[in-house]
């Protein structure tokens, strides 16, 4: 691992018979000849520089890989040649067999540890009652803002938030815009793509109709004739397609609970899905009823952990965001920061 400009230096400039191949988040590949002949490298996966974020390196023997020009940070640059695509088959293999092949991060030390005063980015998409945008100040706030917070403090690291959306959130964080995404539902589809922490909360899909509604079962809503508002790339739009694929959806991207529920209340759909969690809100707020009915269920359908997530393999961030979880639980701080935050009130925000 990289821990200085000097020893930056001292790879670019040493060249021998071995090369490290970097693969960056946008693609780009180049090699560096140094005279390490004994082990992998890896370097942090949120270094950046001009040609992207590096991803993995490997050391291995080469002779025939030309070196035409300086890169500004790490020196010298392979061009395309007619061995690139050995190359790459070549790491890919390696990088699969070896040990030494998970990538590191930018705030993690050479002990495996979050760095202090390192910053730690979230991404931040609106999501009432648990993620709010005070536009009049510019701040997160609510249950996963304050949480974010809380685990800079605990992890001795700077917390940064980078806005996003719901629809782009899990790729924001695959292309190394953020280090982590603030709770969000941990479906099964998103664990193919990301890691999660241990849950913070759970929630399940809740359908929301007017009083008096015919739609009484969810049954009832699997037809083509039925229109349901949702938010476009939530985990509750996925799960609408799962459940009523005969449904038609009208996908709103960022929609508030008001807009979904404007939707419902103007005749424009006949449905609305969100979380379990804004249940009591919209009742008393829009007079909607929930399909399945809340008094009864109110974790809703199909409810899972809500959770921090992480880039897959970030083993760092992720047994240090466990071990805060684990101290909020047994401290109850967890279930107090929900039951001042998740509430009636903060479920109409934003």
């Not at 993995?56 to 020196?75: K, S």
């Not at 001795?156 to 899990?170: C, G, L, M, Q």
């Not at 999660?196 to 079962?217: E, I």
């Not at 009523?244 to 508030?256: C, G, V």
Request: with cysteine.
């Amino acid at each position: 691992m990289i821990n200085s400009a000097s020893e930056k230096t001292q790879r670019t400039e040493t060249f021998q018979q071995y090369a490290e191949i970097w693969l960056t988040s946008t693609g780009a590949m180049f090699i560096l000849k140094h005279n390490s002949t004994e082990s992998c490298s890896v370097i942090p996966n949120r270094e950046r520089h001009a040609e992207g974020s590096i991803r993995h390196a490997v050391v291995f023997r080469t002779t025939t890989v030309h070196i035409v020009n300086r890169h500004p940070t790490f020196g010298a640059v392979m061009k395309s040649s007619k061995r690139i695509s050995s190359v790459v088959a070549a790491v890919a293999v390696i990088l699969s067999m070896s040990a030494c092949s998970a990538a590191g991060n930018a705030a993690e030390s050479s002990t495996g540890a979050l760095t202090p005063n390192s910053v730690v980015r979230v991404g931040a998409a609106a999501g009432p009652p648990f993620m709010i945008l005070d536009s009049s100040t510019g701040q997160w706030t609510s249950f996963s803002a304050e949480l974010a917070k809380k685990f800079g403090t605990y992890a001795h690291v700077k917390i940064e938030f980078v806005p996003t959306s719901f629809t782009t959130i899990v790729a924001g964080l695959q292309s190394n815009k953020y280090d982590i995404i603030q709770p969000i539902n941990a479906t099964a589809e998103r664990k193919q793509a990301v890691d999660f922490s241990n849950g913070v909360s759970a929630a399940g899909a809740m359908f929301f109709v007017p009083a008096g509604s015919k739609f009484t079962k969810l049954s009832d809503l699997n037809k083509s004739s039925v229109t349901i508002a949702t938010i476009t790339g939530s985990a509750e739009e996925a799960a609408t397609k799962q459940l009523l694929p005969n449904a038609t959806l009208r996908s709103l991207p960022n929609a508030s609970v008001a807009t979904l529920a404007t939707e419902v209340t103007s005749g424009r759909s006949d449905v609305m899905v969100d979380s379990s969690y804004l249940a009591p809100a919209v009742k008393n707020q829009f007079a909607l009823n929930s399909i399945p009915d809340y008094a009864t269920t109110p974790n809703g359908i199909d409810p899972v952990q809500i959770a921090f997530a992480v880039r897959k393999g970030d083993s760092t961030l992720l047994n240090a965001l466990n071990k805060f979880i684990a101290s909020e639980k047994s401290s109850g701080d967890l279930t107090k920061l929900a039951d001042s935050t998740l509430t009636v009130a903060n479920s109409l925000k934003g």
